[in-house]
């Protein structure tokens, strides 16, 4: 396929200058914000490089994705702003010691536009696949969207007014949303690449898409997600262990306890 090089390349230049800027700042934090923004460059560039003329299909998906992939950007900027180097950057520049500016760019940078890259199969394959007229995948697809949407960005926006409070400092959050999840964040992200792929699974040959929800479904449940980040909250917030008998780790459920 010619568009790979291209992608490869457009990717590749994308994550070192984001890289660049980290070593001149001493902050790799600019990786998360790279991460959002990289899926609006990827769906842009392949709605672009279609064979065809845009179909509804393309600028759906296209559009979906930008959304999500702004407003992550713009949060986590604002997120990060005044804070310094995330936690997990800060430990890694100091374990890696003189070899972190490999490592940085090996396993931050292209590490993470690699994934980039594979988690946007689904809005690839529906970009670079133009076919007229919209099925009930697509209808199902957007509803599922939508509800990653809302989990993602409402669970957001209750973290950041809870933290904002500085009473709140060393509670567990166990409100709102995060009531009936730990992660209404990412319970929402990894839907909103299952609905993507609902989309792409209209078209032919679509079942392929498959490997970006899973992707990041394993990602955000085995890997940099869910495990990292509450190994810190154990150590951090005591009644967080408490916190986990309770409530469901990922998929939204009723508590188990008050």
Not at 24 to 35: E, M
Not at 110 to 133: C, D, E
Not at 170 to 184: A, D, E, F, N, S
Request: hydrophobic share 50%.
């Amino acid at each position: 396929m010619g568009s790979v090089p291209i992608i490869l390349m457009t990717v590749f230049l994308y994550m070192c200058s984001f890289f660049l800027v980290a070593v001149i700042r001493k902050d790799n934090s600019l990786a998360d914000i790279a991460w959002g923004g990289g899926f609006v460059l990827l769906a842009f560039l392949t709605f672009f490089l279609s064979p065809g003329y845009a179909e509804a299909r393309q600028v759906l998906a296209t559009g979906l994705v930008t959304l999500w992939g702004v407003r992550l950007a713009i949060y986590i900027y604002f997120r990060n702003l005044g804070r310094g180097e995330d936690y997990r950057y800060a430990k890694w520049r100091e374990e890696w010691g003189k070899y972190f500016l490999l490592r940085s760019f090996l396993q931050v940078f292209m590490l993470q536009g690699a994934l980039m890259i594979l988690i946007s199969y689904s809005v690839i394959f529906i970009n670079l696949h133009p076919v007229r007229g919209l099925t009930w995948l697509d209808g199902l697809g957007l509803l599922v969207w939508i509800t990653g949407f809302f989990f993602e960005s409402l669970g957001d926006f209750q973290l950041y007014q809870f933290k904002k409070d500085p009473s709140n400092r060393g509670k567990v959050m166990k409100y709102g949303l995060w009531r009936y999840t730990r992660h209404p964040n990412y319970f929402g992200e990894a839907t909103m690449w299952w609905g993507i792929f609902l989309m792409a699974l209209s078209l032919d040959g679509g079942f392929t898409a498959l490997i970006s929800p899973v992707a990041i479904t394993f990602l955000l449940l085995k890997v940099s997600g869910i495990p990292m980040l509450e190994k810190k909250l154990i150590k951090s917030q005591p009644g967080y262990r408490r916190y986990m008998e309770n409530t469901s780790p990922f998929i939204p459920w009723f508590p188990r306890g008050s």
